[in-house]
């Protein structure tokens, strides 16, 4: 059934979900018109919902074995060790001869292709995520990262874990965009096989999956689960998947950026393949576009109330744009840059994101120059210059420099990787 209103919260409902679930009531449905008008989306499927609520108390069950079987003490058969993670992280499988069990089940799997993967199309995506360049940077940190953080659970999970607050926030950042990054290079998703190396992708995607599964095994018997579902849960899950295909694409458009149907399917089925690698459910990966903004407006009405780690995060984000080091700046004149990206972010944020959403952050708002700009210059770059001789190669080749460009401001001479894992 379907229909175009919501219960209100507090509302006796059929199947237990965590009280959070469809909280945010008039607000969700507020914050969500733009996404139901750009992503034609007809009405409210109520089944697609009750799923979404149910997915909030489910997890990556494969992810969660492993990391059970590293926390495990004393010299139990079943315990995994660090090092016999980080072995099979390099080599596969075949480098860790005596792995345990669940460890041995976990490579098994990402190992294998699923029967649906198309490792040409990964690769076509691949190289359309590269030619968005900044533009891709620009929608996952202002529209997917920072928009993420209007609604409560997640937000409140990485204050709790100290990531992207305070002194670690610049640090954080640096590791997704990394990651990120790391998913455009050639045959960077390809796993671990007759002797190969994995790629870079490949293994920092499976390094975050293990992540995400050790601070759930961390946070299980102190999270208030009644209240906001598992720490790192399914819907969640499916929600940030969304933020980095669907809401990509969107965003990409609305910064000038034409995204062909070829392009689209490309990009879907490069983060259909990168949500398997991350223990997503099989019925939140879709190739399709448009379903995926239909399950995108589901789960961003099925969220609760911003809380006060929105704020806090927002802010940080704005406030780490200090922080930065600019390449090619003197250092007499890097405040200079930092004032302009801050300003610039500003004036993106006021547009993604709208007045309420600023007001709520306590952020202040801009006037959309930079999105007027931008317009502009890809107007010129995927119109214009991408259909003369070479243009595709020009602009993957730019992209990857921008990319660069960015993780040095960032890391800072530091080295390029994500989050230490810690047993």
């Given at each position: ?21 469809r ?10 018109r ?34 059970d ?16 993670f ?7 499988l ?8 669940a ?5 098994e ?8 993967l198309?490792?040409d ?9 590269r ?33 992207l ?13 990394k ?8 045959l960077?998703l390809?796993?671990?096989r007759?002797?190969?190396?994995p ?8 390094h975050?999956?293990l992540?995400h599964?050790?601070?759930n095994h961390?946070?299980?018997d102190?999270?208030?689960t009644?209240a ?70 589901h ?6 109330p ?18 930065r ?23 993106m ?7 309420e ?37 020009r602009?993957?080749r730019w992209?990857a420099?921008r990319?660069?460009w ?18």
């Amino acid at each position: 059934m379907s229909t175009d209103t919501a219960p209100v919260a507090g509302e006796s409902r059929e199947r237990p979900y965590p009280t959070r679930f469809r909280a945010g009531g008039e607000r969700n449905r507020r914050l969500g018109r733009p996404l139901k008008l750009a992503g034609r989306v007809r009405g409210v499927d109520e089944a697609l919902l009750d799923r979404i609520g149910r997915a909030m108390f489910e997890r990556d069950e494969l992810g969660a074995r492993l990391a059970d079987a590293i926390r495990l003490r004393g010299d139990t058969p079943e315990r995994v060790r660090m090092d016999q993670f980080r072995r099979a992280l390099e080599g596969g499988l075949a480098a860790v001869p005596d792995a345990p069990p669940a460890l041995r089940a976990f490579l098994e799997e990402l190992e294998t292709d699923p029967a649906w993967l198309d490792r040409d199309l990964v690769e076509e995506g691949a190289r359309v995520f590269r030619r968005l360049g900044q533009n891709a940077q620009d929608v996952l940190l202002q529209l997917s990262l920072v928009g993420g953080y209007r609604f409560g659970g997640p937000t409140d999970l990485l204050v709790a874990t100290g990531g992207l607050t305070g002194s670690q926030t610049l640090r954080r950042l640096a590791e997704t965009q990394k990651w990120g990054a790391s998913l455009t290079d050639p045959l960077s998703l390809l796993p671990p096989r007759d002797g190969r190396a994995p790629g870079e992708g490949w293994r920092l995607t499976v390094h975050v999956r293990l992540m995400h599964a050790l601070v759930n095994h961390s946070f299980e018997d102190t999270w208030d689960t009644p209240a906001w579902g598992l720490p790192i849960n399914q819907a969640d899950q499916a929600s940030t998947l969304g933020l980095f295909d669907g809401v990509l694409i969107i965003g990409s458009r609305a910064l000038g950026v034409p995204v062909s149907r070829s392009e689209s399917q490309a990009l879907m089925h490069l983060w259909k393949y990168v949500g398997w690698l991350m223990g997503v459910a099989p019925e939140f990966l879709v190739d399709d576009e448009w379903e995926r903004h239909r399950i995108d407006y589901h789960v961003l009405l099925a969220q609760g109330p911003i809380t006060e780690a929105g704020p806090q995060l927002a802010r940080a984000v704005v406030d780490a744009q200090a922080l930065r080091r600019y390449p090619g700046w003197p250092s007499a004149l890097q405040p200079l840059r930092a004032r302009y990206e801050r300003e610039r972010l500003l004036s993106m944020l006021t547009v993604f994101l709208g007045p309420e959403s600023m007001r709520e952050f306590g952020l202040p708002m801009r006037p959309p120059w930079a999105h007027g700009y931008l317009v502009g210059l890809n107007t010129l770059r995927y119109r214009v210059l991408k259909h003369l001789p070479g243009g595709r190669d020009r602009l993957a080749r730019w992209g990857a420099r921008r990319a660069q460009w960015l993780l040095d401001s960032y890391f800072q001479g530091d080295q390029e990787d994500v989050g230490e894992l810690r047993a």
